[in-house]
Each structure stands twice: as structure tokens, then as C-alpha cells.
């Protein structure tokens, strides 16, 4: 079975054309990589040409498509298969992409959240599979949970369960998801960028410099990889800013742990690039704020998929969206 599936992301979009094996695994064959581009009209644009190239290329058509799935930030509506208003997707308000994408490319489509998708593709494939209860953890450009509960994928009334992010984990702090000190403004690639520029901002003001920052004038550039690289070189200002942010992801997944007592705890992205800076500080704060018994039956790792989930996150809801009427 041929499957296509999109991942767009607030940086960049993928289109991968994968297929199932004899044993119902699902595979990636090849896919197309750009950078998000600015409005839905033009990333969709780019996301169904790429797609047709695939196709070209590969010598299908789109009848041989079983199906597209589409991963994307939420809040989204996937029952009416409409992108509702993403904070790292600005302009994507009400886009009902799974109606469009039937129209132009003529295959059955099913869109979720990204964070479901991959708690899906991991809870089949990754660090999740043999277990009933799994919380999966964006930790990406922005924070999402996807929720596995007693063996199903739990999305709340209204498609909005597990939007952790918006979590309030300080008074202060910085911001993600519209809200200072939340748990998408302290643990996202933004809210690491937002404390590393604030942290550099002092220390240049009092006459000192940071590897990632030596002027007022590269504030702009910091991102959480520049200051993950300084980090790793040694430099004292960019790992206190990744001992602060794993402070706050660990009060964040304590709070998890105590609510939902799941089995294992998936944290996606930055998490598998930078886990010597964050683990130890994050599994002291869980081990001190999470209830004991709770936070004992609950492992804590990176995304058994790596680099590959959001692709494979893709193709799991390619395979939905083939079972579809």
C-alpha cells in the first residue's frame, strides 16, 4: 500500500511517500523538504507540488495512493479535518485542509495534531509500543502532548486534549502559546531562544559576553541549537539556560505524571539532541514534585523514532485516512 503524508511544521514542511510491508509496517521511501512558507496559500502550494514531483518520480499515479495523512500543530478540528489557529502557524485560521487536499490531489485525507500523530507513530512503532499508557511530548518549535490512555488515543471533547503547552508553569517567564511562563514559553525551541536572549542581554549589559552571544546586536540570531552548541563547548551562561528550561520541563511532567499516571513519558526533538544538558536536572524536579509511586512506574526517554517521527507521525495517519469511506 502507497501512503503520502505531510508534516508541516512551524519551520519547516515535508511531504514523504512511504508504503506498508506484508507485515503492515509502515516505511519511508523518499521525501521533500522546504521551509515553511509564509500564509497556507503558499505552503500548500509548495506541499502539492512536491507532492506531485513525488509521485512523477516514482511513476505513480494518484489512484495508487491509499491515502494522505496530515500532521500539523494544533488546536485543530479532525473530525471536520480543519486547521483551526496554530501559535507557530501564523494565518492559519479555519483552513480546511483535508477538504482542499481531496480536491486538488484526488486521495482520501485525514489531518491531526502533530503531537497525537506522534504518540501514535511511537506507541506502534517507537519507545511506546507494548504499553497501554503513553504520554508523548513535542518538545519541538512548540510543546503539544499526544495521549495514549488504556490502549487508545485520547483527544478530549472537542479535539483539544493535550495541549500542555499552554500550561501556566511560572507568574513570569517567558512566552509561548499566547500565555508568559508557560510550559511552551519555558520548553520549546522559542522559549529556550526567548531565556538564552535574556540571560545574554545580562550578561553583556554587565560587561561580560556569552559564546552564543557577544553583542546586543546578535540577540536576534540566538536560537536553542546556537546556545545547545555553546553549551556543549563549555560555555557556563547557555547551560545555565538549559538547566533553567529543564527545570521547568521537569515541575511540567511531574504535574503529568501525577494526573495521569502513565507508564512511560516520550519527549520528542530537542530532548534526543540535548539530553546530557536536560536529563538530570529535569529527573530531580520529577523525582521531588511527582507523586513517588507514580513517578517509579514511569520511564522517561527520547523518541524511539528520532529524526524520523514526524514522517512516520505522517504516514500513521496515511493509513487512517485510507480506512476512511
Known amino acids: 500500500m502507497k501512503l503520502i503524508g505531510f508534516d508541516i511544521g512551524g519551520t519547516k514542511c515535508a511531504t514523504i511517500l512511504g508504503e506498508t510491508d506484508a507485515s503492515g509496517q509502515v516505511n519511508i521511501v523518499e521525501k521533500i523538504v522546504f521551509p515553511t512558507k509564509k500564509g497556507p496559500e503558499a505552503s500548500l502550494t509548495a506541499i502539492y507540488s512536491s507532492t506531485e514531483e513525488l509521485l512523477h518520480k516514482n511513476g505513480l499515479q494518484p489512484s495508487q495512493i491509499a491515502g494522505i495523512g496530515i500532521s500539523c500543530g494544533g488546536p485543530l478540528d479532525s473530525r471536520n479535518g480543519i486547521i483551526l489557529s496554530p501559535p507557530n502557524l501564523p494565518g492559519w485560521d479555519n483552513v480546511p485542509i483535508v477538504e482542499m487536499t481531496e480536491k486538488r490531489l484526488g486521495i482520501k ?19 511506546g509500543k507494548g504499553y497501554d499508557n503513553v504520554v508523548f511530548f513535542t518538545f519541538g518549535t512548540g510543546m503539544g502532548a499526544g495521549l495514549i490512555l488504556d490502549g487508545r488515543l485520547y483527544s478530549g471533547t472537542c479535539d483539544l486534549a493535550g495541549e500542555v503547552g499552554h500550561l501556566r508553569l511560572s ?42 552571544c557577544s553583542s546586543l546586536d546578535e540577540l536576534p540570531a540566538v536560537t536553542a541549537k546556537s546556545i545547545a552548541e555553546a553549551a556543549y563547548a563549555g560555555d557556563e551562561t547557555a547551560r ?38 536536560i536529563e538530570p536536572y529535569m529527573l530531580e524536579v ?36 485510507s480506512k476512511k469511506p
Open 171 to 212: 507568574g513570569h517567564g517567558p512566552v509561548g502559546f499566547g500565555k508568559e511562563g508557560s510550559f511552551e514559553g519555558w520548553c520549546s525551541g522559542g522559549g529556550i531562544a526567548q531565556v538564552g536572549q535574556t540571560m545574554a542581554r545580562q550578561r553583556i549589559q554587565m560587561g561580560a559576553k556569552t559564546a552564543y
Open 286 to 321: 520529577v523525582h521531588r514534585e511527582a507523586i513517588g509511586f507514580s513517578a517509579a512506574k514511569c520511564r522517561i526517554v527520547p523518541a524511539g523514532l528520532g529524526e524520523h517521527i514526524g514522517d512516520m507521525a505522517a504516514l500513521v495517519l496515511a493509513v487512517e485516512a
Open 240 to 277: 545555565e539556560v538549559y538547566r533553567m528550561v529543564a527545570r521547568y520541563l521537569g515541575r511540567g511532567l511531574a504535574l503529568i505524571i501525577d494526573v495521569l499516571n502513565p507508564e512511560v513519558i516520550i519527549l520528542g526533538s530537542i530532548f534526543g539532541r540535548s539530553r546530557d544538558l
Open 109 to 127: 485525507a485525514f489531518v491531526q495534531n502533530d503531537a497525537n500523530a506522534c504518540a501514535m507513530a511511537e506507541w506502534k512503532y517507537g519507545a
